[in-house]
Each structure stands twice: as C-alpha cells, then as structure tokens.
C-alpha cells in the first residue's frame, strides 16, 4: 500500500470547494467564475485519471485526513470503484459545465425577460461535484451522509433555479423526498454507532460480522432503504420523474447523470463491504424486477420526451440493482460497467434534449414533428445514445447489458434467470419507447395525411450555437469510446469487483496502518 | 451496553410525530414535521453513546467517566445541517406562498393527466389495431413513383430505353 | 483483411451523405465498389483449396465477445450472394431513386444500403456467437431505418416501427439463447459449438436451441411472425429487394444451416425448423396465389420461399442440406430479380397493380424476358437453377427415414404442395404483370384507375440489371454439376439424423425418375390452380382465417399502451403524501418484518435501565407532551413555538447527558430557527391550509405511530448487541497531545473530524444561496442590494468626516435618518436603545467564544450563530438599514471567503508534505497579554466561523429585509387595500 499518490485523493474534494468559495466571493464577473470552474473540473478529471492508474496498478489509494487513524479520524479511500465513478462524474459535470457556458445565461430561465436569475450556478454546481466526489471517496458513513448533504444541497438549489411556479411545485417534492430519506440515513448511522461504537466502514465491516446478526440484518435494511429511495428504486421511484424534467436542461443533466448513481454506488459499497453474503439479495432481485418492469411502462405511457427519459432512467437502475442483487464478481462486474456507461448516455441525452428544445420548441412529442429533417445533426446526436440506452450492439448498453445476462444465466437459480428475462423484455420496451418517440418527433407520425411537407409544430427555432452542440457531441463521442476501449475498461471493472467480494484489499489499505506517532 | 428507557421513548414519539406532520399538504407543516423527526433522531446518537458521564473537557470534568465525545461532534455537525435545511425550505416555502398564495403541496400536473387518462382509458391518438393493420397494408401497395421514384415525366428520355 | 472491408462498409457507410451532395445519383454507383471489392476478395478466397481463412481481434475478452473471422463453404456462398446482390442492387439504386423526393433523404439510402451489406458480410462470416448477435442487431436497426424511409407518411414510420418490436424481441431472446449455449458450453466459437454441440441432460440446453431458433423465426419471418415481411413493403423496392430478398431474411436461415449440423437431431429443433417452416411454405403460397399488387405476391412469395429453405437447411440430412443452399442461392437472385423488375414496372407504368397493367410485355420485352425467367426458375421449370435445386430437394425428400406419418413425411409432403402453389403464383405473376390478362371485376365498382400514366420506358440499367440476375439463373442451371463440388463442402458437415439421407446430386437429368414425375405432376396442379383463379374476376382478397397476425399484433401494442397507462396512472399519482407515505410503509414493513421474524438479541431486563436522573424524565414528559401537541396544533405559531420547546427540551437532555457544546449549539440553533420561521409565517396565513379528511388522518398517524414503533424498537435491539468499546476509546490523551486541545468535542469539530465539518460548510453555503436566489430571484434585485451596501458603507466613511463641504453642518448620517422614516408604530424604542447597548459586547462574547473554544465549550459554529444572533437584534431594531449599517458586506463575500479559508487551510499542511489539515500548536507570549497557545486549526474555526455569520446575515437580508422591501412594494402598488397581515 504505497502513499505515493495519497495526496492527491484529498485534492479531489478541495478543488471544488475552494473553486466553489472562489467563484460566489467573485459574484459580479461571470468570466471570472467560468475559468475557476472550469479549471476545477479539468483538474480533477486529471487527478482521477492518475488516481484510476494508481489504484489499478499499486492498491487503494488512503489518506488519513490530519494524521488521525483509522479509528478516530475520517479516512477517505480510492479504489478502483471510486476513481471509476469519480473519473466518469466528473468528465460528465464538464461536459455539462460548458453546455450551460455555450447556452449563455438566459438559457437558464425560458420566462425570465432577457435577466439572468442569481449568478449561482457556478459555486452550486461546484458543491455538488464536490458532493459527489465525496460520497465516492470517503471511507466513513457518516462522512458519506455529509456527501449526499452536500449533493442534495446543490441539487436543490439548481432545481428551484429561477423560482418559476413549477420549478417551485417539482423542487417542493424533490426537497421533502431527499430530507425524508437523508434523515433515514442519519437514523441507520445513529443506530450503526449505537450498535459498534465505530462509524469508519473498514472497521464496521469487521465489527457487524462480531455482533447479532439479527441486528447487521436491521442495520443492512435501514440503509438499503435510505439508498434505494436516492437511487429511485421501486416503489420509492415516483419522485424522480415528477421533479428531473422540470429544471433547464443541463442541470437535469447533471441529475440524470449523478445523483441516482451516487445512491447506487452507497449499495454497491455497503453490500460488498458491510454487508457480505446478506440474506436480502433474493429482496433486492424482486426490486430491481420490478423496478425495471414498473419503470419502462411508465416510460412508454408518456408524451413529453424528457419524461420518457426520467422514467427509463428509473428502469435502468433496475438492471444496475440486478448485478448488484447477485452479488457474484461477474454480476458486480457488469453493474459496475453499466453505471460507467448509465451515467454517459443518461447526461447525453438529456443534453441532447436541450437542443431539440431549441430546435423543436418543445419536448413534447405529440407536437414535435420531423426534427431528423430540419436538423440532420441533432437527429444523429439522438439517434446514437437513444439506441446506446436501448441497449442495440455494438454499443456500451449492449455490452453491459449482456455482462448482466451471462451472470444471470450463470447464477442458474429461477429467480436470476426471471430477471434475465425480465432485463431483455426491458431493453426490447426501452427499444419500442425510442422508436415510438423517435417516429413522433424526428420522423412525422403526428402528421395524418402522407403530405409531402411533414408539418412542423412547435415554438421558435433558436439556432443551435456551437457552444451548445460542442458539448453534446464530446459526450456522445465518450459514449462511443466506451464501446472501443470496452475490453480494458471490462477488465478494469472485474479487478474492481473481485477486489469488492475479496474484501482484503481494502481492509488492509486501511486498518493495515496505525496510527501515526505525536505531533 | 445498557439502553435507557427514557431516551428511546421521547426518541420515537419525536420520531413518530414528526412523520405523521411530515405526511401533511402543507410544506410548512411538513418542515416542522422534519424538525421533530431531527430531534428525534439526534437523540438516538445519545442513546448509542452510551450512559450520561462528565462533559468530555479533559480536566474539567468531575472525574467520572466521560461521555463519549465522538457522537456528540457527529449530532453537532447533523444540527447545523439541518438549520441550513430549514432556512432554505423556509425560503422555498415562501417562493411557494409569493408564486401560489397558499403552501399547499400541489400534485404532478403531468402524472395528474396521465392518470386521469387512465381513468378515462383514452390511449390518445394512436389509431386502433384493424385501422393501423389496414393503414400499413394500404401503404405498401402505393405506388412509390410519386415519392421516391424517379419522376423525370418532363425530362426526355434520355436512356432512350429499349421499348 | 474481413474487419478491414467491414470497415470500409462502416466508412462508406459514414460517408454517403455528403457523397450524395456530392455526386448525386452516380454516388450510389461508387457506394456499390465497396461490396463489388468483398465479392471480389472472396472470389479468390472460394478457389483456394488452403485451410479456412480464419481471424481474430479481441474486443471484450471478460465478455467471451472477440472479432474472430472464419471462412467456410457456408459462408462464403452466403457472403458472394450478399456482397454481389448488394453491389447490383446500389447500381440499380443510382437510376431507380428521385434525389429531389422530399420524402425521405437518400444519402440516408445509399449510407443504410452499405452498411447493412457490411453487416450481412460480417454476420454471415464470424465466428463468435456474441459478434453475430452483435451484427444481427445492427441489421435489425438499419431495417427499421430503411423501412421508415419514407419519413412523411405515419404508416410507413409504423411498419418500421413494428419491423423493429418483431425482430429486435426475437433477436433479444436469442441473446438470451445465445448466452445459456455460451456458458453450459464454456465458449461463444459458433465451430467449437457446431463440432461437439452441448449434450447436457438439463432442459437449459432445449432452452438455449429453442430461443436461438426464435430469433431465426422472428427474422426469417416464419409463421406466426411473417406478418411483419409484407408489413415492410412500405420501403422502396430496391430496398425490399435487397433486405427482404437477399440479405436480412437469410440471417435467420444461415442461422439454420450454421446449427443444423450440430443440433439438427433435438425435437425442439425438429418440431420449430420443419412444423414451422412447412406451415410458412404453405400459408405465404396460398396468400401469394391471392395478391393483386405485384409488390406483395412476391412478399408473401418470400415468406413462403423462406419457410421452404428453413426446412430443407433444417431437415438435417446431407442431401437435403445439398438442395437447400442450392435453392438458397437461386432464390437470392430469382427474388431479387423479380422485385427489381416490379421496381422498372413501377418506374414506368406508376401502378403495380396487377389489374391496371397494360401492355407492359409490348412496351418492354427485354423486362419481360427478365420477369419471366425468374418467375420460371421460382416455379422450378426445367433448365434453370430453380429446378436443378427442386429435383435434388424431391429425391431428399420423396423417401423419409420414419415413413409418412412422421413430422418428416409431413414436412414432405407440404413441400410437394408448396411447390404447386409456387407455380400457380409464378404464372400469376407473369400473367398479372406482363399481359393484359387480369380484368378488374366486371360490374363491380370499378376501382379507380390512377389518373392516366405516361409511359415512360425505365432506363437500360433498370432493366438491365434484374436481367443479368435471371440470366445467371439461368447460366447456373447447366453448370449445377460443377456447383455441386463447391457446395459440397458444408453439406458434407451435415450428417444428424441417424439414418443418413438418400444420395443426391445436381445436374439437370437423372434420368426418369420419381421427383421428374413428382415435378411434372406440381406443374400441373400449378396450372390448374392459376388458371381457376385467373378466371374469377380479380377483387380485393378476403383474409382466409379471422385471425390475422397482423392485427393480433397491433392488438397486442395497444395491450401494452393500455397497461402501461393503467399501471403508470395507478403508481404514478403525483402526489407528494403518497410518495412520502409508500417510503414510511417501506420503512416500517422491511425492518419491521425483521423485527418479528428474524430472531434479534432484545435487551435482557437488567439491560434497560429506566433513565439517568430524575431531571431526565420531566423534561422527557415535557418534550414528549409538546411533540404530541404541536402534531396536533392547527394554527402555524403554536406548532412553531410547541416544536421550539421540542428542540430546547432536546438541549436540555443533551446538557442533562454530559455533552455542553452540544446543549449550547441546540439552543442557539433552536433561537435562530425560532426567528427564521417567524420572519417567513409573517407572510403566511395564520392556520395550517391543509385539512385532510378523518380518515388520512388517522393512516397517517397510524403510520406515525408504526413508524416511531419501529425507531424504538431497533434502538432496543441494536442497543442491547453492542459488544464492542467506542473505537475512539483513547481520544481523550490523543486530542490534548496530539490535537492540542482540551475541549474533545470541539478538537474533533476542527481537527479530527474536520474534513466532516468542511463538508459541512459547503452545505452552508448552498443553502444561504439557495435562500438568497429564491428570495431575490433575479440579477438586479441583487443589484439593488448591492446599491444599498455602497451607500451603507458611504454612511460610515461619510459619519467619520462629520460634516458636508458646504454647508459645514454636521451631517445626521444616513443611518439614522433611516430610522426616522420607518413609521412610527412598528418601532419599539426599548429595543433599540438596549440593542445598541448590548450589540458590541454580544460581538465580544462570540469572539470570546471563537478564541476559547479549543479548550472550554464554544467554537466556531456557536460563536458565529451568537454574532449572527447580534445581528437579528440589530435588524428586529432598525430593519433592512440597521442591519446594513452593522454589516455592510455581501454575505455571498463572506461566505465564499469564509471556505475559501477552511479549505486554504486544508490544503497549507499538504504543502509541508503531511496529511491535509494536518494541525501543530505553538506556545507564544505575546508582551501584554502573556502566555499564549495558538493551534493552526483557529485558522480552520474562523473560516467556520466567517461562512456561520455568513449563512446568518444572508438568512436575515433575504427573509428578513428582502421581505420587506416586497411588502413595502406591495403596499405602494396597492395602497387602498386593508392593512393586511400581522
């Protein structure tokens, strides 16, 4: 376990927060908070790319924050899990970063007579890359709570952007869901600490195996609960759709992207780690069936494109339950690879989304009509991630997607292989949904009659600026690199999974070492 | 470790209270619901740290043992989290009062429409199944020179063909 | 060197749009070299006798997914017709498509064209199970591309759409075969698995063959899914021609083949490949003999076609295998021959109607030479390819191993019966297209003939080129005998079925024997046939059975539309009680079911202890009493005060436990909230709107009450399996010698858990912008307090100078003329004068309180809500001017400098090499004030310290003078209204 690169790990949460104190001190000169947060971001791509490799040849990568050990202080570890998560997080708030820079100020306020609501965007999105990139970090549940404080704290803000009537009436719902959930979370800690006496998760993983299993099994459900209502799984999942498709579009870029992934990576951590060999992985496959069965349905019962998305979004997360659910290293493996590529083609079509809302006027598809001919460019950047998603070779979602079939099949047990058809019945509706959606708005179902002019419907037409299209098209480029550098990344993701069953690895970074002599 | 009964008591009914307003319409009412149920739960970290002991200031204490400190720094940290909460929930309360002149928590409009839709079983325009069976036989047997075919009617024929 | 043409397809494919632009109709001609250069590469490959040309690139190697590339006889035929029929087909393209048609783009044409023949050539030629799903797939999406093509009209964006829900369902369920063959068998190499196919006893095994088979089906568009062929008309002809003649629809029969050598013996394989394909042959026959559009005889042509060739490629015996890619191969260009010249007739006559056609064979003979001998080599008439393929095919199958009454005699038979009704639509077709022979329905309503054609003779090309397919039909017949040699190599593969089959060859004479005499009697029959259906007048056909796949397959779409909407408006309400509700429910069943079954250490009696002092319990009897009543208070100030004292009893018990920070900070924080809910529900109306009916209440306390059951209950349990000491047991020597300080709580705030508390002030910060946007809203809203803030600060400069230049009286500084103005009735003086007393040495204190903090209770979250608290008296005292006057600095500058600070602090030690926040502490004596121990974490606590004061001050600017400024503005917009509010 060598600190060689340790000092960078604490950088990944610094970077942010100082960009973020930065950026609101210098309110007034916009100019000033777009270059702090771009260097920010673009820093900490690079640390989590050099972290990546360190993790990946040399072990996790720990620091014990101020010197204290494992046992007083906070730890904050990257494994290859994390520096994955951060590392995609991050390129992805970049992307978005310089879609909301291209699309200038008034894009944030469709109503807002030309004014531009408050200069926050720029420390807000920083706080939450900064929460995100803590949740995946830290090495203690209760650091982990402060994490998703952070996020949530961020994402509310970027939500009530504007305090437009239904931006308020959406953000009421997403704030009273996220507290109802982080004070279930604090709950499950209180009850973790009454029951160990330890919050560090390397030493809780060794102490809930000490105590009652009837109580690890209490504490395993507390939490799974606080976590699938952030990672939006079935039944707690009617939030997301309500409240995601009201804020501008790079901002529910950015959710779509992150914050359900974070509630996901929370499970993947706590399953592995806390939690080995639980007795719920046969509960958590139910919910993930029907999270992903519950979830296309809805998607295929909606109108408005940005909806449809939200709730493929929700299924989605049912196949990344399913991987997580089986727990073998194959299963993880190809969670873990789905999440990288969820986060992706999720971000990307959101933003694509905001392009056919300029183009189009609207997102809603009964009014929409033969986009794929005005705008040839925005058809393709939607055509490409929209198939990625619905999981058509030889993109990233197929691969993914058929990691989880072949770890399903080889679970063997009527349970796995009900999900395995389960997954396929969800991509094939994910495919009927786009192709619903893609016949309405790009080609021109709506028009009745085979006129020749397929009419067009819907507001202005704002020219799509470069600063808006360059972003989308980096991004739905990445998604294509995931499918070319699929083999290492796969083989990246099965180190990570073995390591996450093998437990070892991590234990060891982190109570191997005592703590540090005096001052 | 022993539990005290007393704690677990006014832990719950705080927690119990505070969900029951938590459920309520109105944003305000749920904010106070949300106060309760932090109460509640920043006394379950008290009930976890074991008995009550001399306030941990090595020196100063009556030289009993020492409460732990450690979820005492952890529900300080959880306080301040929630003021700030509820500053901005009093915040966005009040947004919600100046856009909607009352607080009461509205429903989705667009999950209201879809589900007053499936009441109705109204599955919008999409035609039904013999019409888009016919639509799609009819279509294939249209002639395809008016759209894609080539239609040099005017043009001679410059390939002077073979008839 | 396959991958590298794959590629060429894929960079054609890419470039064809702007190639259009480019070139026009011609670019269709050099988008066709790239397959004319695979058939060419391949020809060389077919001669050499050498060892299969094999490849392999690794792709996803966890997966069992590599780019592995394997040439044998099978493949290559396959490859040749694809690459070759492909290749004629963009040519024809380049005259057949109107590059102005607003319909559709044809770069998308020409671009789709290519890169399904790459995908065919790819498909056809792998050997990696996962790479020919993976080609599948990509043919299934530009299928659904090109049948849409016609973007314009809803019902061709319909077809496409159902093309794609069949054959992507299908494909997906083969994946799922794929993936159980792949893991019994432990390799995805379609040889490996052909050479010693997978004898597992399991039912998995039926399972993986059976899906596998399905995906076939689904895409060779055998019954019951052939619905979906027709469907597909709506593309352009050449389109039908290549995709749903040559190329898509044989993926599924090459799938066949591939397999039928290593699985051909299971039942499931015997009952899908003949039942289903002898059910198709039969079903698309009768369906052809029917069709008045040219366009859709051949369609339902095909899928009769396709079920034959399934059969004989799934028989399983090596003659049957020799008859079957013969006939494959002869269908490929037979088919595609005849859609082309359907195409020229549509060209020319602009109907294809059978019943409104003219004089075509007059106007066009070489077209009708062309028609004619596809049609004839489709019937199987002596000479051309079609026969040679039949012949072999009878003597395969005339003689079944298990009698007639076997599946095998059976498929026999329907075979025999197929070929008969192939001949009747091959006359019909000829009849219909090239004579004036089909009347429209004497006396019936005579369907409208289209408005008057000009005839205009279709171009050498489209002539030519279905020409040149029929005539290698025709040259292919005679030269069968060396074909045989070339087929030979995969059909020698094919030896399953126990009994071996009967010995067959091709060539055109065998002598007179019983498929000669079989053949001629289908000749007859097939006349007969046509001629009894030409006779009766042609009219629209009535659908045989009233079950039409069709149609049940629409039903079944709107079936879904129809669940998903039920289930979607039942879950999806929207409404937020229900979402907060389901997560409670969630909350009590999961832990709650736990509780009573799983077997949980409850605490033994001699475990509880009832509480610690006798204070404990009364000020547990007050808080519990005030919770209960706050829940029930309707008007917002009593639930707001009844919870305060919730939050001061809390303090209390924390006092009461041994923890005073923690008492402190509650108390502080509790005042704070106190005032911030006052400063909004003065808007607000006095009750609480909402009142739910008698029955949600009492769910929802019930489900408080189950809720606090549950909390309690775990607390039980978990309290009582504690076996371990606090892990931070020796914390309390650790934070004086190494954290240099006495006060523990406060040392981990700043030091041990200080990356905690970091975290912490970013959520701060959050929030106080959230409030400010929320409140503020808009750009120059803020402006308008930053204008105050200048003047503010011009007030204190200008009081120092003390009097105007002018008139050299002493100014009464803006401050307090300020306060004059405020009307007179919501001032209280008292207030007043004892804030101005008190404010400084209030200051003082949460100074005091900041420096002390490391070693006495106190710190930098206290001290900066007390100076925050400072704050509120100054502005309950003078409003929005006071406070401006005690601060006039944007909070967003406090803030943002205040983590600015924490974090800067945070990263100092990293600089010296040592963990972030890492703290030393030095012993100073300062002249005056003596001995004094500074610790580096003070810089820590201030910036916490600043970003508290921060959060306060932006707290009391937007809740506080924000709001008043709004009030006031009401009152000037509408000053005739009553006085409202408190």
Redesign the interface.
Known sequence: MSDGY??MV??L??LP??G????????GRTAVQRVVSVTALSGMTVLAGVLLWASDTQGPQV??????AA????V?VVDRLAALMVIVSTVVTLAVLAYSIGQGASGFDEE?DG??????FH??LL?LA??VT?TFISGDL??LY??F??LL??S??LL???????R??????Y???S???S??F??A???T????????LA?LSE?LG???P??A???Q??L??AF??KAAVF??S??L??SY?TAPAPVTAVFAGLLTKVGVYAMIRTQTLLFPGSPFSDLLLVAALLTMV?GI????????IK?MLSFTLVSHIGFLLFGIALGST?GL?AAIFYVVHHITVQTTLFLVLGLVERVGGSTDS?RLG?L??IS?LVGVLFFIPA?NMAG???FSG??GK??L??AG??EGSWLALLL??GS??T???T??AV??VW?RA???????G?????PVRGGHHEALGLGVLAPTVALVAVGLTLTVV??PL??IT?RSAVDLVLREPYLDAVLGVR?EA?? | MSVNLTLTLVASVLVGTGAYLFLSRSLVRALMGFLLMGNGVNLLFIIGSGPAGSPPIVGAGDGGPMADPVPQALVLTAIVITLAMTAFVLALAHRGWQVGRDDLVADDTESARIHARAEADDLGSEPGAREQAEEIAAETERSERGHHGRRDDAATDEEGGTA | MILALLGAHLAAAVVAPSLMRALGGRAFAVLALVPAASAAWLATQAGGRGAAHEESVAWVRDLGLSLTFRLDTLSIVLAFVVTVVGALILLYCSRYVDLGSTGGSPGLLGGALVGFAGAMLGLVTTDDLLALYVFWEITTVLSYLLVGYLTTSAASTRAARQALVVTAGGGLAMLVGVVILGETAGTYRISELVADPVTSTGPLVAWGVGLLLLGAVTKSALVPFHFWLPGAMAAPTPVSAYLHAAAMVKAGVYLVARFASGYADLTVWQVMVLGLGAGTMLLGGIRATRQLDLKLLLAYGTVSQLGMLVLLLGYGTEGAALAGLTLLLAHALFKSALFLTVGAIDHATGTRDIRHLRGVGRRAPWLMVAGTLAAASMAGLPVLLGFVGKEAALTALLTPAAGWASLQGAAALSFVLGSVLTMAYSLRFVWGAFTDGARPPAGGPVSVAPRAHVWHAPGAVLVGVPLALAVAGLVLGPASVRLERGLEGYSATVQQMSAPGPEVHLGLWHGVNAPLLVSVAVWALGGLWFWVQARRPAEVPIPLSPVDAARAYHGLMRGLDRLALETTGFLQRGSLPVLLGTIFTVLVLLPGTQLLLGQNRWPRVDGLRLADSAAQVAVAALVVASAVLAARARRRLRAAFLVAVTGYGTAILFLLHGAPDLALTQILVETVSLVVLVLVLRRLSGRFPDDPSALTRRLRALLGVAVGVVVGATTLVVSASRVHPPAAADLAERSVDYGAGRNIVNVILVDVRAWDTMGELSVVLACATGVASLVFLREEAMDRVRAGLRTARGDRAGMRAGTSETTGAILPSRRITGILALDPERRSVILEVVTRLVFHTILLWSVYLLLSGHNQPGGGFAAGIVAGLALCLRYLGGRGYELRAALPVMPAVLLGSGLFIAAGSAVIPMLFGSPALRTWDAYLTIPLVGEVHLVTSLLFDIGVYLVVIGLMLDVLRSLGSGIDAQIARERESAPAEAEVGP
């Not at chain 1, 046992?71 to 906070?74: A, L, M, S, V, Y």
């Not at chain 1, 009530?160 to 239904?166: P, V």
């Not at chain 1, 600490?193 to 560090?200: D, K, L, M, S, W």
């Not at chain 1, 349905?297 to 408005?304: E, H, N, R, S, V």
């Open positions: 340790a000092w604490p950088l949460v610094l927060l100082i973020a104190g930065l950026t609101l001190a210098a309110a620091m014990f924050v101020g010197g204290w046992n007083e202080g906070i904050l807002s004014h531009s609501p408050l200069p926050v420390p807000t706080v900064a929460g803590t209760f650091h402060v994490g404080e952070m704290a961020a509310f803000v009530t952007l504007g305090g437009t009537a239904e308020v009436r959406a953000g009421t719902t704030v009273l869901v507290l109802l959930s004070i279930i604090l709950a800690i209180g009850l600490y009454g029951a160990t006496g330890t919050i560090n030493l102490r000490e105590i009652a009837g109580t099994a209490l504490l459900l507390m799974l609960v699938a209502v039944p707690m009617g939030w759709p309500d498709p519950v349905l809805g998607a295929i019962a909606q109108d408005d909806r194959h493996a009964t033969d794929a001919r040839p198939m058509i070779p030889p197929f691969l058929v990691g079939v072949q099949v080889a395995v058809a396929v019945l991509s094939l509706l495919l009927y192709a619903k016949g790009f080609w021109s179902e709506n028009a009745r085979i006129t020749g002019q397929g699929a083999g796969f083989d099965t703590a005096g001052p």
